[in-house]
């Protein structure tokens, strides 16, 4: 048994966190498909490793590609709007206010907003371990 004291973990209360200034971009030139939607980005949290965040999200109307890469994953619960993803596959599938879903990591295809949308995400960017020689 370790006799090392230990920090106790607390649970977060992001209601504070609301109150941070809104980052805002647009996608890159060269992945948009239709408008230049502008996009908003409230981060209520990053852990201190970088590998998990969590916020809020809005944006305008317009299409762009996007490309996950192999460690990322986002999960999301739509607040208000509509938004469509569409794989490189073809399907799309519509999202509205209530209803959530995971981008999973390696996907690539197209984030569609229909109307202008706010979601809160979740996402989980762990690197690939380091191969040891």
């Known amino acids: 048994m370790s006799t090392q004291a230990t920090t106790p ?19 890159k030139p ?3 498909v239709t408008g230049n939607p502008r996009r908003g980005t409230q981060q209520l949290y990053s852990a201190p490793d970088g590998q998990f965040s ?4 809005s944006c305008e ?6 490309e996950f890469s192999a460690h990322k994953d986002e999960y999301f619960h739509v607040l208000e709007g509509h938004l469509q993803i569409t794989g490189a596959d073809g ?4 999202f509205g206010p209530g209803q ?27 690197p690939a371990p380091a191969i040891e020689r």
């Not at 973990?9 to 971009?25: G, K, P, S």
């Not at 969590?54 to 999200?57: A, E, L």
């Not at 399907?91 to 519509?94: E, L, T």
């Open 9 to 27: 973990r607390r649970v977060l209360q992001l209601n504070d966190a609301l109150t941070q200034t809104i980052e805002v971009d647009y996608p």
């Open 30 to 32: 060269e992945r948009l």
């Open 54 to 57: 969590c916020g809020v999200w």
């Open 61 to 66: 109307r317009g299409a762009w590609r996007i």
């Open 91 to 94: 399907v799309a599938i519509a």
């Open 100 to 126: 959530a879903g995971v981008i999973p990591a390696g996907f690539k295809g197209v984030f569609e907003v229909l109307t202008p949308v706010r979601k809160h995400y979740v996402v989980r960017d762990v």
